[in-house]
């Protein structure tokens, strides 16, 4: 059964970081497009960050450019998402997504075939 499964999220003060994972089960991630989306409460879910299952390119939203770094280790078949200087605005559940779309990281959202149930990242001092 293809699984994926966030972790790393937490509570953190203002200008911390957090490393979020994402691990697959069940598949292998090489060649999938692996986004990082978010939601806050009363929001609509973004996306935060995509790698290129193609070509390994990256994509950042201007909310966490320049303070955040998506990478990928297939050896551990996982993703991860550095963020740091955070802030209160980035608090929000945040999930994994996995997608074999020829459109790389111009795929959009419900184009992705596999999703992670979330984890909770809460930035408060």
């Known amino acids: 059964q293809e699984q994926l499964v966030e972790s790393g999220g937490g509570l953190v003060q203002p200008g911390g970081s957090l490393r979020l994972s994402c691990a697959a089960s069940?598949?292998?991630?090489?060649?999938?497009?692996i986004g990082w989306f978010r939601q806050a409460p009363g929001k609509e879910r973004e996306v935060v960050s995509c790698?290129?299952?193609?070509?390994?390119?990256?994509v950042y939203a201007d909310s966490v450019d320049g303070r955040s770094t998506i990478s990928r280790d297939n050896a551990k078949n996982s993703v991860y998402l550095q963020v740091n200087s955070l802030k209160p605005e980035d608090t929000a559940v945040y999930y994994c997504?996995?997608?074999?779309?020829?459109?790389?990281?111009?795929?959009?959202?419900?184009?992705?075939?596999?999703w992670g149930q979330g984890t909770q990242v809460t930035v408060s001092s």
């Open positions: 997504a996995a997608s074999l779309d020829g459109l790389g990281c111009l795929t959009p959202s419900w184009e992705y075939k596999f």
């Open positions: 069940g598949f292998t991630l090489d060649y999938y497009n």
């Open positions: 790698i290129s299952g193609s070509d390994g390119s990256t």
